[in-house]
């Protein structure tokens, strides 16, 4: 049961122009969310997060959008840069049957094109 | 401060062995993590610890075990390899519900 998907598996983005990677989540249960970046050979490393009572966190060039309604989240990266490519997950917290769980989606592989 | 250490980066193990790996959290983080990553399944959490005992577990065979030090270092031990299990282990430390920091994790490779 994937409680936590990343439908695209890869995304392929123009330098400077806008990229979308979008998350779903299926349980109501989750009310805090974060997105983290992975490089090959390294651990994924924290990006940004949002908690269930905001629906827009910003951080330089990084916004997430949360549509609790459509348990949807997505991240924007603008503008796009070539050290952008890699491996991002989403990832979605919450008190699930007594346990907190940190439940992270398979993944969008980035490539940022000159 | 040093960061999430993992030892060994990689390791090869044929069908039928056990494997050991090790996380050293950052210091003064008490919880310890660990994932597996596979391509298209992403990270599938494995277990939690915290202050050496089990707080979380994922759902993974009873083959998959871990435990946890007093100085806050874990362990994940891995018993009768099946080539499935070949994967990327990551361990995270944490401090504060929600921020996890990765190790660059355990390439294991079972033939």
């Known amino acids: 049961d994937q409680q936590v998907k990343q439908n695209s598996p890869s995304l392929s983005v123009q330098e400077g122009r806008i990229s979308i990677l979008n998350c779903d989540y299926t349980?109501?249960?989750?009310?805090?969310f974060l997105w983290y970046k992975k490089y090959p050979a390294e651990g994924p490393t924290f990006l940004i997060s949002?908690?269930?009572?905001?629906d827009k966190n910003e951080d330089g060039r990084f916004t997430v959008f949360l549509n609790k309604s459509a348990k949807h989240l997505s991240l924007h990266i603008v503008p796009s840069q070539p050290g952008d490519s890699a491996v991002y997950f989403c990832?979605?917290?919450?008190?699930?049957?007594?346990?907190?769980?940190?439940?992270f989606g398979q993944g969008t592989r980035l490539t940022i094109n000159p | 401060k040093a960061g999430v250490t993992q030892t060994p980066r990689y390791l090869i193990k044929t069908r039928g062995q056990q494997v050991t790996l090790s996380c050293s959290p950052i210091?003064?983080?008490?919880?310890v993590s660990w994932y597996q990553q596979t391509p298209g399944q992403g990270l599938q959490f494995l277990f939690e610890?915290?202050?050496?005992?089990?707080?979380n577990k994922g759902n993974f065979p009873g083959r998959f075990s871990g435990r946890q030090f007093s100085n806050s270092r874990s362990e994940m031990n891995v018993s009768t390899l099946e080539l499935g299990d070949s994967a990327l282990y990551l361990c995270?430390?944490?401090?504060?519900?929600?921020?996890?920091?990765f190790g660059p994790g355990t390439r294991l490779t079972v033939t």
């Open positions: 990832a979605a917290s919450g008190l699930i049957q007594g346990a907190q769980k940190l439940v």
């Open positions: 610890y915290f202050s050496e005992t089990q707080r």
């Open positions: 349980n109501s249960m989750f009310d805090y």
């Open positions: 949002i908690s269930s009572i905001k």
């Open positions: 210091s003064g983080h008490r919880s």
């Open positions: 995270a430390s944490s401090l504060l519900r929600h921020e996890q920091y």
